[in-house]
């Protein structure tokens, strides 16, 4: 079963628009922290965000903050003020921590944003 | 701002060869792992590795692939006799603690041919 879902596969944004890419995720696990990455073309993974699911407010930074609905298993990342340097491929990522995998990350199959000058 | 290295950039192969990815994670991680990304797809994890010995690996880490912690500061990947499919973006992370967030290194490119 999918822990993590992505749903779209590619989106644009207008250059200074807000963007938001959609996550949900699948656990039973009551501890467990979600991140974001973004992956340039040169492919390095760069940490975006943090959520841990005891968090009572939803996780923000700089230009990035995370949509963090727990009933509903989502956690969309929110880019606004959109720039040409955010065109990238965004992956939605999950750690269990009292699973007995709780060392792994659960990757989403990612969306590839473009922001249109 | 520390981060975590891995060499070479990228390396090609030849199907059969054996080759060796190397890592220097941050230096007060306590934790390292090696994941794979397919070209066009997710990012799979293989193994994490902690006290010097594997910690979980998942079923893509079976008997062609082993790693180790030669020194205090490398982490390395080898691969024993490397297949077309081992083709992929090979991604090195660390992290201070176990519940911690990772510092992934910037990938090598393995291609074999």
């Known amino acids: 079963a999918q822990k993590i879902t992505q749903t779209q596969p590619g989106m644009f944004v207008q250059e200074k628009e807000a963007v938001t890419l959609d996550c949900t995720y699948d656990?039973?696990?009551?501890?467990?922290?979600l991140f974001w990455y973004k992956q340039p073309s040169s492919g390095e993974m760069i940490f975006l965000i943090y959520q841990g699911s005891y968090d009572q407010q939803n996780a923000t930074e700089g230009r990035y903050s995370l949509n963090f609905q727990k009933a509903r298993k989502s956690a969309n990342l929110v880019i606004s003020a959109s720039q040409l340097g955010d065109s990238a491929m965004y992956f939605c990522a999950m750690r269990d921590y009292q699973s007995n995998t709780g060392n792994q990350f659960y990757f989403g199959t990612g969306t590839s944003l473009t922001v249109i000058p | 701002e520390p981060e975590v290295t891995q060499t070479p950039s990228h390396q090609v192969t030849q199907m059969g060869q054996e080759v060796i990815l190397r890592c220097v994670p941050i230096?007060?991680?306590?934790?390292f792992y090696w994941y794979r990304q397919i070209l066009g797809q997710k990012v799979e994890f293989l193994v994490s590795?902690?006290?010097?010995?594997?910690?979980?690996k998942s079923e893509i880490f079976d008997d062609q692939f082993s790693v180790e912690r030669p020194d205090g500061s490398n982490f390395t990947l080898k691969i024993r006799s490397t297949k077309l499919e081992d083709s992929a973006m090979y991604f090195c992370?660390?992290?201070?603690?176990?519940?911690?967030?990772?510092?992934f290194g910037s990938g090598t490119r393995l291609t074999v041919v």
């Open positions: 590795f902690y006290n010097n010995e594997i910690s979980e």
């Open positions: 230096s007060n991680h306590l934790y």
């Open positions: 992370a660390s992290s201070p603690g176990q519940l911690q967030g990772y510092t």
């Open positions: 656990t039973s696990d009551p501890s467990y922290g």
